[in-house]
């Protein structure tokens, strides 16, 4: 019997990093602005003698090992050129970076930023200190946990068809 749950888990980890996170739309405003500096890149630098960047293909190589800590051998030529890159650069690693961090901090602080996480960390809390309870606060708990019971039946009452 082949065990999909580390499968299952990938996927929903995926889904929850596209969902509740900004790496898409960061990675999207990257790709665009790669293309677009890279373009200017281009734009600049053709027709200028002994420039190494001929083609966009090698604007977008340039644009790509610009921003990566891979380092470029080969530099635009022109005045406007540089000044281009040097923006991508910084506004090209500044996003790259940003949007890892981003989603890291964001994925791990969700969980603490719901409501019912800190609900259901109260309730565990005192299950776990039941002895050390008195009979008032035990009643409270009761209460509250027969009022949880009773919106959980209503809840359960509007989802069956019927």
Do not use: C
Request: hydrophobic share 50%; glycine share 6%.
């Amino acid at each position: 019997m082949k065990n999909t749950a580390p499968h299952a888990r990938f996927k929903r980890f995926i889904a929850d990093i596209a969902a509740h996170t900004p790496f898409m739309r960061l990675v999207v405003v990257l790709v665009v602005l790669w293309l677009a500096f890279s373009a200017g890149i281009y734009l600049a630098e053709r027709g200028v003698e002994s420039s190494s960047i001929s083609s966009y293909g090698k604007a977008l190589y340039w644009g790509v090992a610009a921003f990566s800590t891979a380092g470029i051998a080969d530099t635009p030529v022109s005045g406007l050129a540089q000044f281009i890159g040097a923006l991508w650069i910084v506004i090209g690693s500044m996003l790259f970076f940003g949007a890892i961090v981003a989603t890291i901090t964001t994925y791990f602080m969700r969980p603490m930023q719901r409501p019912h996480k800190k609900i259901i960390d109260t309730i565990e809390f005192n299950l776990e200190q039941l002895d050390d309870l008195t009979l008032d606060e035990l009643d409270l708990l009761r209460e509250t946990v027969d009022t949880l019971i009773v919106h959980v039946e209503r809840l359960k009452e509007r989802r069956s068809p019927g």
